[in-house]
C-alpha cells in the first residue's frame, strides 16, 4: 500500500441528494404519522413485530452467531496481519481515547438503563428454558449469566463484522466511507448505482430507529431520576422536555468537531461511568461482588453455546422477542451507526489489533459493570435492603435509582447518574448524526455539521413519537422491524468483506525465490567426491 491511498480518501464529501431526500421524507413521514394517528402506528408496530418474531426469530439468532464466529476467524487467521490504511500508518487516536470513544457509541445509555433492572428482572422472572424459581440462589447466577449474554461478546461481534468491513473499505482500499462501498467486490460498479443508494437508505434507517431508541431510553430514565431527586412528577411532557433539552445540548456539541466533541464527552462519560461503578463497589456488598464477577464470567462462557442456540422451536417466543431477539435486533439496527462510528476513529491498526480491541476491551468492561451494578442489586434485594423487583415493577427506568437510595449519599450518586446518562445520550446524538451525515454525503468522513444537525433533530423528533406511541413497547417495535432489512445486508457485506480481504497482498506473501537451474547445477558439481571425480574432471586431469 502506499500513500496514494490517503489521497483518495473523501474529506468534505458532496450531498447525496437521492438517500437524503428518500431517508429524511420516509423519517419525517413516521414521525406525521406518530403524531396523528398514534393508534394507527402503535396498532401496526404490535402487529408487525408479532409476526417478525413468529417468523424470523430464529434469523436472528442465526446471524447473531455467524458475525461472532466469523470475527474471532479473521482475528485469528492471517488476515489479522493487514493494516486498515497504509502499511506506514499510525493510529489517529490514542488507545484510551480510542477505547472510550468505540464504549460510548456502542453501549453508552443502554449500559445505565439495564444495569440493575435486567439482572432483577431475570432475577424475579427467570428464562422459561433454565426451569429456575423465581428469587432463589440459582434464579440469581441465571439472571447474571443472561445479562452478560445479552451484553459482551455477540453485540460486539455484531459492530466488528460491520467496523471492519468499513475500515477495510475506506482506509486500506480508498473506497468512499459508505457501507454500499464496501460492496464493490460482490457488486462491482452496481455498489454506486440504484443497488447501493438502496443499501445506503436502509442504513439510515436502521440507525435513526435504532439511535431513537437508545435516546427514548436515556429519556425515561432522567425523567425517572428526576422525579426521585426533586419531586418532579415523570409524565410524557417531562420525557419530550428532557429530549429537546438534551437535542439542544448535542447541536453545541456538533459544532464543536469530532476531536473536541464527541472525544471529550465520551472520555467523561467513561470516567463518571467509572467513579459510579467504584462507589458502588466501595460502599455496596463488596465481598459479594468479587464473588459474582467470576462465578458469572463462568456460567456465561460455560453455557454460552447453549444460550445462543436458543430460538421458539424449545424456547417461549414471547420471552426470546422481549429479551434476545430485541437485543440482536437493537445490535443489529445499531451496526451501520456503531460500525461506521468505530471504523472512522480505528484507521492506523492492524486487523488483530482492532478485532481483539473490538470483541474483548468492552466485553470486559460490561462484564465488570454489571457484576459491580447488578451484582450489587440481587444482594440487596436478597436481604431485605431494597425490593427492587417493586422498583421494576413500577417502571425498568427506576431500578438504578432504586440501588442508589439504598447506599450512602443517595441524591449525589443519582445526579450523577443523571449526568451520566445525558452526557451519553448527548454522545450517542452527535456520534449517530455523524454517521447519518456520512452516510447521505456518499461516505464524507466530515460531513458538513448543518447535515449532522439536521439527523440529531430528527433523531430527537423520531425519539419523542415513539415514546408517545407506547413507551418502551413501541421503542422495542421499531428497533426489530427495522433491523430486519439490514441483517441481509450485513450477511452480504461479511461475505464481501471476506471476498476483498482474501486478496490482500499482506494474506499472501511473497513466495519463495527459487534457485535457478545452474545454481542447482553447480551444487551438484561441488557435492561429488574429489577422489571420484565426474568424467570431464577426470579428462582434464589427465596427463598430456
Excluded: C
Excluded at 460500525?339 to 491498526?349: D, L, V
Excluded at 476491551?361 to 459491580?372: I, N, T
Amino acid at each position: 500500500m502506499s500513500g496514494q491511498v490517503r489521497n483518495r480518501l473523501p474529506a468534505g464529501g458532496r450531498i447525496d441528494r437521492s438517500v437524503l431526500a428518500l431517508s429524511v421524507g420516509g423519517v419525517l413521514a413516521v414521525v406525521a404519522w406518530g403524531v396523528l394517528a398514534r393508534d394507527s402506528l402503535a396498532a401496526f408496530g404490535e402487529s408487525g413485530l408479532a409476526w417478525v418474531i413468529d417468523t424470523f426469530g430464529w434469523f436472528f439468532v442465526v446471524a447473531a452467531d455467524a458475525f461472532l464466529v466469523l470475527a474471532v476467524v479473521i482475528a485469528a487467521t492471517r488476515f489479522g496481519r493487514i493494516r486498515l490504511g497504509a502499511d506506514d500508518d499510525e493510529p489517529e487516536f490514542s488507545t484510551l481515547a480510542w477505547v472510550a470513544m468505540m464504549f460510548s457509541a456502542g453501549m453508552g445509555i443502554g449500559l445505565v438503563f439495564f444495569a440493575v433492572a435486567e439482572p432483577i428482572q431475570h432475577y424475579a422472572a427467570p428464562p422459561p428454558a433454565t426451569g429456575v424459581a423465581p428469587q432463589t440462589g440459582a434464579a440469581g447466577a441465571t439472571a447474571m449469566q443472561y445479562t452478560l449474554f445479552h451484553w459482551t461478546l455477540h453485540p460486539w461481534g455484531i459492530y466488528a463484522v460491520v467496523a471492519l468491513a468499513l475500515a477495510y473499505s475506506t482506509f486500506r482500499k480508498g473506497r468512499e466511507n459508505r457501507i454500499s462501498a464496501a460492496f464493490q467486490p460482490l457488486l462491482g460498479q452496481r455498489a454506486d448505482g440504484a443497488a447501493g443508494r438502496a443499501i445506503d437508505l436502509l442504513a439510515v434507517f436502521a440507525t435513526v430507529f435504532g439511535s431513537a431508541t437508545s435516546l427514548g431510553l436515556g429519556a425515561l430514565q432522567v425523567a425517572a431520576g428526576l422525579d426521585l431527586v426533586a419531586g418532579i412528577p415523570d409524565t410524557t411532557t417531562v420525557e419530550l422536555v428532557v429530549i429537546g433539552a438534551l437535542t439542544l445540548a448535542f447541536v453545541i456539541s456538533a459544532f464543536s468537531g469530532l476531536h473536541r466533541g464527541i472525544k471529550w464527552l465520551s472520555t467523561t462519560n467513561v470516567l463518571l461511568a467509572v467513579l459510579l461503578m467504584l462507589f458502588v463497589f466501595v460502599v455496596g456488598p463488596t465481598i459479594y461482588t468479587l464473588e459474582v464477577l467470576p462465578a458469572s464470567v463462568g456460567d456465561y462462557l460455560s453455557n454460552l453455546v447453549f444460550m445462543s442456540t436458543r430460538t421458539g422451536a424449545f424456547s417461549d417466543p414471547s420471552w426470546l422477542g422481549s429479551w434476545t431477539i430485541f437485543y440482536w435486533a437493537w445490535w443489529i439496527s445499531w451496526a451501520p451507526f456503531v460500525g461506521t462510528f468505530i471504523a472512522r476513529i480505528s484507521r492506523g491498526r492492524t486487523v488483530r489489533q482492532f478485532l481483539v480491541g473490538v470483541l474483548l476491551v468492552p466485553s470486559g468492561a460490561s462484564a465488570l459493570w454489571f457484576a459491580v451494578l447488578g451484582g450489587s442489586a440481587l444482594r440487596a434485594q436478597a436481604t431485605g435492603a431494597r425490593d427492587l423487583v417493586a422498583d421494576v415493577g413500577a417502571g425498568t427506568e427506576q431500578a438504578l435509582f432504586g440501588l442508589l437510595d439504598a447506599l450512602p449519599l443517595a441524591t449525589l450518586t443519582s445526579v450523577l447518574a443523571m449526568v451520566l446518562i445525558a452526557l451519553y445520550f448527548v454522545t450517542s446524538a452527535d456520534s449517530a448524526s455523524l454517521v447519518l451525515g456520512s452516510l447521505t454525503s456518499r461516505g464524507a468522513l466530515r460531513p458538513h455539521r448543518v447535515l449532522v444537525v439536521l439527523w440529531g433533530v430528527l433523531i430527537g423528533a423520531v425519539a419523542a413519537v415513539l415514546l408517545l406511541v407506547g413507551g418502551l413497547d413501541a421503542l422495542q417495535q421499531a428497533t426489530i422491524l427495522v433491523a430486519l432489512p439490514f441483517v441481509v445486508v450485513m450477511l452480504g457485506l461479511a461475505v464481501a468483506l471476506v471476498r476483498d480481504m482474501a486478496r490482500d497482498p499482506a494474506v499472501h506473501p511473497p513466495p519463495r525465490v527459487r534457485r535457478s537451474g545452474l545454481a542447482a547445477a553447480v551444487r551438484a558439481a561441488r557435492s561429488y567426491d574429489e577422489e571420484d571425480p565426474p568424467p570431464v574432471r577426470r579428462y582434464l586431469r589427465r596427463p598430456r
